[in-house]
């Protein structure tokens, strides 16, 4: 295999802008096929950025000669089916977040993976971004000391969560998306604290549920892992305009590094420091890591975000909101 021809399945919002028109800028990558259910869309899609071919069948793509790796980008409820599908047919897949609806479905995934010839990366696309890059230099770096604890706070307004119309928004419906905008915004910051420290040992969560959408409106969640690190964040959607907020801060023993999930800073205070990093992110967001995964498929490198890692979130994800399989196939 000298490039990596891909399909993808779920063109819509994330493969507008922050991920598919990378597969065509990465070195040894190709798109060839987009899929959409919707006709006039995929078609539109297609057109618009160059994509020789379109259907709205998977199937087309899963089983074209031609195409050897899947991009799969539509709501959790069909993770399982395509991605499932995709490794029977041996192709490679890269898969957004979350994994599945849930741990029983992502565990399938894995166990199918472990017999096909094809390799699952997750898009867990901040991992290869600038300023989180940067938190894990100054981490491995002992910048701010030994690492104590970690505060997270997501607080978004309830206009979202509240006003939308359920019919039109995926993600305030469990059974499409597992769990509300929790499971669409932690999957980032889960990630990138394993990603930073490691394996959990143990975890809890407190929720609060909406009484209309029947999703968690307030998410408090609390992580020790396995190195010593404490680690408290508290997700909630029903906040006012004036109170919204995303910040994380790590503390360490000699001072602390906060950095905005959506942002480009890194704000490193110490008693001799006091400097804030900043960087440019790439147009499409998920370049660096579909470059990542590129070289991975090929052999060039290791997994930038393993299917075990994914597991290993939706698990978190489930252990925090309380949710223990509801929406299982």
């Known amino acids: 295999m000298k490039e990596i021809n891909w399909g993808i399945i779920g063109c819509g919002d994330v493969a507008e802008v922050k991920s598919g028109p990378a597969f065509q800028k990465v070195e040894n990558s190709n798109l060839?096929?987009?899929m959409r259910r919707?006709?006039?869309k995929v078609k539109d899609f297609a057109q618009r950025h160059e994509v020789p071919l379109w259907t709205t069948n998977a199937d087309d793509i899963i089983?074209?000669?031609y195409i050897n790796a899947v991009y799969i980008a539509t709501p959790p409820s069909s993770h399982l089916t395509y991605t499932i599908q995709a490794l029977k047919a041996n192709k490679n897949v890269y898969l957004e977040k979350p994994m599945a609806l849930n741990p029983n479905e992502a565990n399938q995934i894995c166990e199918v993976l472990v017999n096909s010839t094809g390799k699952l990366t997750m898009a867990h696309y901040r991992?290869?971004?600038?300023?989180f890059l940067k938190v894990k230099e100054l981490l491995e770096i002992n910048a701010?000391?030994?690492v104590l604890h970690v505060g997270l706070q997501v607080l978004q307004s309830k206009n979202?969560?509240?006003t939308s119309d359920k019919k039109e928004n995926w993600r305030i419906q469990p059974e499409i998306s597992g769990g509300g905008y929790f499971y669409d915004l932690a999957p980032h910051h889960i990630d990138l604290m394993l990603h930073f420290f490691g394996e959990i040992d143990q975890m809890h969560g407190f929720t609060k549920q909406s009484n209309k959408n029947h999703v968690k409106e307030i998410v408090n969640g609390v992580l020790s892992f396995k190195n010593g690190v404490q680690f408290q964040g508290i997700w909630n959607f029903n906040v006012s305009e004036v109170d919204q907020k995303d910040q994380c801060i790590i503390y360490g023993t000699e001072g602390s590094i906060a950095f905005s999930f959506f942002g480009s800073k890194v704000h490193l205070n110490t008693e001799i420091d006091n400097i804030e990093y900043k960087f440019n992110n790439p147009k499409h967001v998920q370049e660096p890591m579909i470059k990542a995964t590129v070289d991975?498929?090929?052999?060039y490198s290791k997994n930038p975000c393993s299917a075990l890692d994914g597991l290993t979130v939706m698990n978190t994800l489930e252990q925090l909101s309380g949710n223990k399989d509801k929406f299982s196939n």
């Open 127 to 131: 991992r290869k971004l600038p300023a």
């Open 144 to 146: 701010i000391g030994n």
């Open 63 to 65: 089983q074209d000669p």
């Open 296 to 299: 991975y498929f090929l052999g």
């Open 32 to 34: 060839l096929m987009v």
């Open 160 to 162: 979202e969560l509240f």
């Open 38 to 40: 919707n006709e006039a």
